[in-house]
């Protein structure tokens, strides 16, 4: 099969830089086709640190960062002066992986995938079709076939967090006719009809649906907790399509027992998977996927492109899009 890279152009000199790619033969291939720097393919899944004289590594979200010691390894960064990030996310890293000239994230790349799947979330949920297939002529006449389907227009989204998801899942949720509440510490323009919520609790308290798609930081772990919950508009949808340890989940299994909060459905957990036999995994109220809201056929495509974009912007002494804030955590 022959990749297609429309958006790839030719690194403007050889650089000689050394790049460790642990982010698959779609990204090594693109940098391959950019020319000017010499690859070498390696696995994030064992010391994915071991940076030996590379100038740039390629990496993502792996166990073996996860797990990774406490204290940094003997010698790191060593020449490391750019450390890409496949993901938007970075607290799947230890404290130590930043401490190098220039870390970049994947922000945006999976924005329109993981918009889809709020808007198919929002869908399902209003419309039924996965309880409402006919399998017989009797069905035509059952209570749930003839009961009015949901409608979108009117229906207040609120958005926590307004970066690239927040701004897809805005764009999309207009085009149905929503209001768009959102909450977020940015100056990012809000569509025409969006309106910027004084306070959590209160886009909690107006929305008939609310999307999680924040970063997860110190000050966002738990932010979804049982003082906040209680806020909640009768018959809320809860969407996490961002990390799990933004919601308290004891608090939202009890928000959803007393009916504060009437349906949720969670991409993402704390931790995943969760263990056999937790309570989300069979909860009426809860629509469980395994962290998949991100995928589509061209997501490494598009990360490729956005890699040596980068790596023209390195060689020619541009700044780098998607730098890693250390302060703000993301």
């Given at each position: 099969m022959i990749l297609e890279f429309p958006a790839v152009k030719r690194v403007s000199r050889a650089t000689g830089l050394r790049v460790i790619n642990q982010l698959g033969p779609i990204v090594g291939?693109?940098?391959?086709?950019?020319?000017?720097?010499?690859?070498?393919?390696?696995?994030?899944?064992?010391?994915?640190?071991?940076?030996?004289?590379?100038?740039?590594?390629?990496?993502?979200?792996?166990?073996?960062?996860?797990?990774?010691?406490q204290t940094a390894p003997h010698g790191w960064p060593n020449r490391v002066r750019w450390v890409q990030v496949a993901s938007s996310g970075v607290d799947g890293f230890p404290s130590w992986f930043f401490d190098v000239p220039s870390v970049t994230t994947g922000r945006?790349?999976?924005?329109?995938?993981i918009a889809e799947y709020v808007l198919a979330a929002i869908l399902l949920d209003a419309k039924r079709l996965d309880v409402l297939a006919a399998h017989g002529p009797?069905?035509?006449?059952?209570?749930?076939?003839?009961?009015?389907?949901?409608?979108?227009?009117?229906?207040?989204?609120?958005?926590?967090?307004?970066?690239?998801?927040?701004?897809?899942?805005?764009?999309?949720?207009?085009?149905?006719?929503?209001?768009?509440?959102?909450?977020?510490?940015?100056?990012?323009?809000?569509?025409?009809?969006?309106?910027?919520?004084?306070?959590?609790?209160?886009?909690?308290a107006?929305?008939?649906?609310?999307?999680?798609?924040?970063?997860?930081?110190?000050?966002?772990?738990?932010?979804?907790?049982?003082?906040?919950?209680?806020?909640?508009?009768?018959?809320?949808?809860?969407?996490?399509?961002?990390?799990?340890?933004?919601?308290?989940?004891?608090?939202?299994?009890?928000?959803?027992?007393?009916?504060?909060?009437?349906?949720?459905?969670?991409?993402v957990t704390a931790p995943e998977p969760l263990p056999a036999g937790h309570s989300f995994y069979n909860h009426p109220a809860i629509r469980l996927t395994p962290h998949v809201s991100w995928s589509d056929k061209h997501g490494r495509e598009r990360l490729a492109e956005l890699i040596v974009s980068n790596l023209q912007n390195l060689v020619v002494g541009r700044p780098l899009r998607n730098l890693f804030d250390r302060d703000r955590g993301y």
């Open positions: 291939e693109a940098l391959r086709r950019a020319g000017g720097v010499m690859v070498a393919d390696a696995s994030r899944e064992n010391a994915p640190w071991e940076t030996r004289d590379a100038d740039i590594l390629l990496t993502g979200p792996a166990k073996a960062w996860r797990d990774a010691p945006g790349i999976t924005a329109d995938p009797e069905e035509y006449r059952a209570p749930d076939a003839i009961a009015p389907l949901g409608t979108l227009g009117g229906k207040v989204i609120g958005i926590v967090g307004y970066g690239a998801i927040g701004q897809a899942v805005a764009r999309r949720a207009q085009a149905f006719d929503m209001d768009i509440l959102a909450w977020h510490r940015g100056g990012s323009q809000l569509p025409e009809n969006a309106r910027r919520a004084e306070s959590l609790s209160a886009l909690f107006q929305s008939d649906i609310v999307v999680l798609a924040l970063p997860l930081t110190a000050e966002t772990q738990d932010i979804v907790n049982a003082p906040l919950l209680r806020h909640a508009k009768p018959g809320l949808h809860l969407i996490n399509v961002a990390r799990g340890g933004l919601v308290d989940q004891n608090a939202l299994l009890g928000a959803l027992d007393a009916g504060q909060v009437r349906f949720a459905t969670l991409d």
